[in-house]
């Protein structure tokens, strides 16, 4: 059975399990073979195909980067994709290789937000995520951390407490005052309990650090 036979839609299945058998099956394997095939499926298998492809690439990123390593330029250039499941997925790999591939990925950021800006939540999510990995290394801190802190002061409402968190996670006492006021300047758009506890829960965290 080929690497494109196990994908969902091959088996006839809606469900997302056959890929995420084939990429535990991948990753058991060290299989960078099956990588290859995958990729190559990206530009030459149809849109079910992609889809599924996509998926396993990045549940395979999530287990062991190093194997998709190699193709990061691959997904940055699916960042430019109409087809946004391609997007969104190519974004959530190149959250995996963030801290394995930090110069590349440094170099795309502009690629990176522009796509966020127009992309689905989903895109979005994935771009904090590279910000808070890439703002947690020395190199790119200064520069990165206010461009997470922005993502913070507009992010979907849905989304700020967990940019928030994301956030605190790479703060430190130098820039913690930055993450505070982008906090309490939105604290009045928050309406729902639940969100203003995870939020509380940062400002308490951020403010017995600064006590």
Aim: hydrophobic share 45%.
């Amino acid at each position: 059975m080929s690497i494109s036979d196990k994908l969902a839609s091959s088996l006839g299945r809606r469900d997302e399990v056959p890929n995420q058998e084939l990429a535990k099956e991948i990753v058991a394997a060290n299989d960078a073979h099956a990588i290859d095939e995958l990729i190559a499926f990206i530009s030459s298998g149809s849109k079910g195909i992609r889809a599924d492809v996509i998926k396993t690439l990045y549940e395979v990123g999530f287990e062991n980067p190093e194997l998709i390593a190699s193709h990061a330029k691959t997904f940055l250039a699916l960042l430019d994709s109409n087809d946004n499941r391609l997007q969104w997925g190519a974004m959530m790999a190149l959250s995996t290789l963030a801290k394995l591939k930090h110069k590349q990925v440094y170099a795309a950021l502009p690629k990176i937000l522009d796509a966020a800006k127009q992309g689905s939540v989903i895109t979005r999510d994935h771009t904090v995520k590279i910000l808070a990995t890439l703002a947690s290394m020395k190199a790119y801190a200064d520069e990165v951390y206010p461009l997470l802190i922005d993502e913070v002061r507009h992010a979907p409402l849905n989304q700020f407490p967990m940019y928030a968190e994301y956030a605190l996670e790479v703060t430190t006492d130098k820039n913690r005052t930055l993450l505070l006021k982008a906090i309490n300047g939105r604290m009045h758009e928050v309406e729902r309990d639940s969100m203003r506890k995870r939020l509380m829960k940062v400002i308490k965290k951020l403010e017995k650090t600064t006590a």
